[in-house]
């Protein structure tokens, strides 16, 4: 299994996924020639738009970007593609989406049979046992939480433990021990942005400048350098 989650699409002053070209150069090399891209995330611009712009971008690594919302057989896409790449958004929207089309255990197939797979925010959320530990409003209702379940922890993208002036609200991070406590067997992964997980050969390596944050149940947040990871 090979999976590269990353943490958000932008980062501050460069363009969209400028940040990650280099990690996912490396982690598709030449082996990839055509992936599918699945836009189910976006909510106030058109698929299409979505895909253009990841076709643009992927252009410049030598890879065609075929957008699943386009096939007739969207089940088929995944079936035979060379690599699947879900992109962010809502994910309450993504998964509702994927639910509906019956598309969680085909791409839970092929990716557990090989096939890379590139998330980000949304992307990699449904990559995780489920959704809960998203920053997302549930603007739509899914049948279930449950995502496609290919690591065995849950990721919290876009990870920032600031807190507003003047604000009481409840940081981030406590956000996510209310998580641990309420589901004691499952840690979490708190990814800043411009950092990734890549999961390859039963390696899990975070990668990027920025530390990670592991939450669990009855320890205090563990901070976590980049370099390869035992959770």
Known sequence: MRLLLLSNSTNHGLGFLEH?????????????QELLF??????????????????????????????????????RAVEV??????????TF????????????????????????????????????????TTNDMPIVEPSSFAALDLVPFQINP?????????????????RLLEFVTANPTVPVLALPEGTALLVEDGKTTLL????????????????IDPGPLTL
């Open 20 to 32: 990650a070209e280099e990690m996912l150069r490396r982690f598709f090399g030449t082996r990839v």
């Open 38 to 75: 699945v836009p189910y995330a976006a909510v106030r611009f058109p698929f299409d738009a979505f895909a253009d712009r990841v076709a643009d971008r992927f252009r410049a690594l030598g890879i065609k970007v075929r957008a699943i919302h386009r096939e007739l057989d969207p089940r």
């Open 208 to 223: 990027g400048a920025a530390a990670a944050t592991r939450f669990s149940a009855g320890s205090d947040p563990r901070t």
């Open 93 to 132: 929207q993504l998964l509702t989406q994927l639910q509906e089309l019956s598309l969680i255990e085909p791409i839970r197939d092929r990716v557990l049979g090989g096939v890379p797979y590139v998330g980000w925010s949304a992307g990699t959320n449904v990559a995780c046992p489920t959704i809960k």
């Open 81 to 90: 593609a060379e690599a699947i790449a879900v992109g962010g958004g809502n």
């Open 158 to 174: 876009h990870f920032t433990d600031a807190r507003l002036p003047n604000h009481g609200g409840e940081t981030r991070s406590e």
